[in-house]
């Protein structure tokens, strides 16, 4: 190929995803004819770049539709499946399967065919392992995720994994084995380490190092590598392949100089050698996105180093860019890649041109230097990412990134070289579990001096641009010196001039955060923090609250409106991790907490935002549990916030009277059930906004489709977390401006009544 073609087929190959992606009306007419017109050219100059484009867009328009049409959601579907991983936690298993066949069990359905992977729990599961053929009952739903801000996106890393549905596994009809797992390299290394007396630390840190399988690292391994830096350390990355190739290029070009002393640098055969390794142990990994793209750029780099007609680095940068893209379209959507082709780029900026290192001086200042320009980057493109934070990085990689290249990897892939000869084998990977132990102490000692940062949300966009642009001042060659230290100087002023997000007194933010079948509100102004209810618990154990925050929140006031597990399932974990002044629950409500009791007409302000509880009364021996609930009353100048818990309809009238209008906001009660939002509360109140917080596909067909029928003749502008996600307003003074929605609709900004159009129930 032409080297000036890679700089239009990366291009070609990034426009291909912004089309795929936002799909524009007449996209396959305009692909179709500019494929047309491209051959009618016959330039390979002009037909490979629009090809690479029209490819990548089919495939993700591809992708999208085969995505489980709604009309499956919740239906049986009879599936036969090869499991492909296999996690368990205590009674529940969590299995990723690529499916082979699939067919509804009713009658006049849609098909499934088109299912190529699911994500499925199972409770009390037999024993599964990888590699096995499964018969298995299912309920699916489409791939969906809790949207709030500033969190883990579950629905793009469903998409990023090719993952078109998630559900779980009927008991009845029971699964059924339908073929033993083949031969399969990976997982015999597996079980044959897992047959080796090695520490634990040993062998999760061999397994992720050697074989990509990074599912063995525990959460605690996780967390002491985001918090030093060092993620990138424990994947299969282009470290790891490049080092197999290097490895292997060395000992078969030593060889032909062996075997042809006079000529042996004009052996061409050690280099494909190196290439044949480099793909052999991406797949032995699994050919995981991470592999593969690491595999991709060790042979582009290999062509370079043969100096064999090979392109330049920036023309191998940008061709491996477009391969990658070329081979995994959805591999756009990961910041892993963007990391590491923004660190290449980095490195051939600062090293173009210079000579090469000489002598043991040299290679460490050469990498010292390296570590030093990339960490300002590095720390940027992580800021932006992931919105944290590892201030111990820069100087822990400098001891890291030797010892894990040099060492680390050499001694555990060695030990799988000698695996034959078990004496030195054991030698191998003893002396990687001890350097394993000094690493995870230095870390860990790392991390309790610098732990760990989570900057404010407002503050991570000015911080990742300004780490950024230190970090060009300081790669751009001709710069003089005095212009990048009083830039540096300059750019480090930054956060010094930024502020956090808050409430202006007399102002309440309140956020209805999307916890599925359940119920959380925050609700802040400038100085005090409230939660009424804290979300659900499902039967895993899981509790959404643990996806919203970093553990050490502080919260004055946390409001629990009943004892119900979709209300008060996250207390616990509130009373655990966070700090929390006050709990407030129903007299006669077992929260799991000590709790004050809520009585109607107390109330209290802050910031010069008033508070009142409308329910319960004193004695609430005689009600049910959820005519218990917390009926809580917020006033913030002019506007009004109402949030009810899951009392029915008729102790909705016994409070009535007492709550002020106008109301703006009603977060409606019982997540939109017909027991509650009666007739008489609707028309009295007329909210201008009312918020169902429910779950999407949820069991119960929540909001009814009368409740909703009843909010839209009065004209309140209907809200779901179930469609919209977490929904976020402000109210007071100057305050109240427009709803923001985590997940907004595209029907909400056209026809008639433009962002009031109503919500449909799910029934």
Known sequence: MPFGLAIPLALAAVGGVLLGHQAPAGLAEALGLALLLAMARRRLAVLLPVVAMTGVAIALLLARGAELPAGLTREDLAVDARVLSVA??????????????????????????????????????????????????????????????????????????????????????????????????????????????????????????????????????????????????????????????AFVLGMARGTARLVAPGNWRLAVWPWWLAGAAAVGYAWLA???????????????????????????????????????????????????????????????????????????????????RSQLLLAPLMAAAVLLAFARLAPAAPLVNLVAVPLVSSLLVPLGLLGWLLAWLPPLSRLCWWLFGELAEGLAWLLDLAVTWLPLWLPDPALVTPLGLASGMVALLWALPGLARSLRLVASLLLALVPLTLTSESSAPGQLRARVHDV??????????????????????????????????????????????????DHAGGVPLLAAEHEVSRFLAPAGEAVGVPAVPCRAGEAWERDGVRFRFLWPPAETGELSSNDRS?????????????????????????????????????????????????????????????????????????????????FRRTGSCLWSTAHDGAVTLWLGEAAFGDVVSERPAAWRRSGVGGDCLALESPE
Not at 167 to 174: F, I, K, S
Not at 529 to 545: I, K, T
């Open 88 to 245: 368990r936690e205590e009674r529940l298993t969590r299995l990723v399967v690529a499916v082979d066949s699939c067919a509804p069990l009713a009658t006049n359905r849609l098909p499934c065919d088109d299912l190529r992977r699911l994500r499925l729990s199972a409770f009390d599961a037999p024993a599964i392992q990888p590699g096995e053929r499964w018969a298995v009952t299912v309920r699916l739903r489409p791939p969906t995720g809790f949207a709030n801000p500033h969190t883990f996106d579950y629905r793009a890393w469903l998409w990023r994994e090719g993952i078109q549905a998630t559900g779980y596994v009927r008991r009845e009809p029971a699964a059924r084995r339908l073929e033993a797992a083949g031969p399969a390299p990976r997982r015999r290394a597996l079980e044959f380490l897992d047959a080796r007396a090695l520490e634990p630390r040993a062998s999760r840190w061999l397994a992720a190092l050697t074989l990509g399988a990074s599912e063995r690292l525990q959460q605690a391994d996780w967390e002491l590598l985001n918090a030093s830096g060092t993620t990138h350390l424990m994947v299969i990355s282009g470290l790891h392949v490049g080092l197999v190739a």
């Open 286 to 368: 699994g050919l995981e996105p991470p592999a593969l793209r690491a595999m991709v750029m060790t042979l582009v780099g290999l062509w370079v180093a043969s100096g064999r007609h090979a392109p330049g680095p920036w023309q191998a940068w940008w061709l491996a860019l477009g391969l990658v893209l070329l081979l995994d379209p959805r591999s756009a959507w990961r910041p892993g890649l963007w990391l590491s082709f923004a660190a290449v780029a980095l490195l051939i900026l600062i090293w173009q041109g210079r000579p090469r290192p000489r002598g043991v001086r040299g290679w460490l200042w050469a990498l010292v």
């Open 516 to 565: 599925g079948q359940g119920q959380l509100v925050e609700l802040s102004t400038a100085n005090y923090r409230l939660l009424y209810d804290a979300g659900p618990r499902f039967a895993s154990g899981f509790a959404p609250l643990a996806s919203l925050w970093p553990p050490g929140q502080r919260f004055d006031d946390v409001i629990v409106s009943h004892a119900d597990l």
């Open 630 to 710: 917390c009926v809580l009353e917020v006033t913030a100048g002019d506007h009004r916030l109402l949030i009810t818990g899951d009392v029915g309809r008729e102790v909705e009238r016994a409070w009535l009277l007492e709550a002020r209008r106008p109301v703006t906001v009603l977060v409606a009660g019982h997540h939109g059930s017909r027991t509650s939002s009666g007739p008489q509360l609707v028309q009295t109140l007329s909210p201008r906004h009312a918020i169902f917080s429910a779950g999407r596909d949820n069991p119960f067909g929540h909001p009814d489709d009368a409740v909703v029928r009843r």
